[in-house]
């Protein structure tokens, strides 16, 4: 089993990134160690080679220069998502 690192879970509330929730942006506040987060086929396909923060941003770096352009992306793409429910 293979671990992807995931910032922010030090903290001591955060934010529902669902934008499909109800509960409206910019989300409501999620009290550390309540909520639940999300990983699609797609993120964990995207992360399998790039564990740690650092590894995924790189290789979003590169898959912009590659692209001779930037990449706009929505919560849940390249990242889990924190959902209140």
Do not use: H, Q
Not at 38 to 49: L, T
């Amino acid at each position: 089993m293979k671990y992807m690192e995931i910032s922010g879970n030090d903290c001591e509330a955060a934010t529902c990134s669902d934008n499909d929730c109800p509960c409206g942006v910019p989300g409501t506040t999620i009290p550390r160690g309540k909520g639940y987060v999300y990983v699609s086929k797609e993120v964990a396909a995207f992360r399998a080679d790039a564990l740690t923060e650092a590894e995924a941003e790189a290789k979003v770096k590169a898959m912009s220069s590659e692209m001779g352009g930037s990449i706009l992306f929505s919560p849940g793409v390249f990242s889990p998502i924190l959902m209140c429910e």
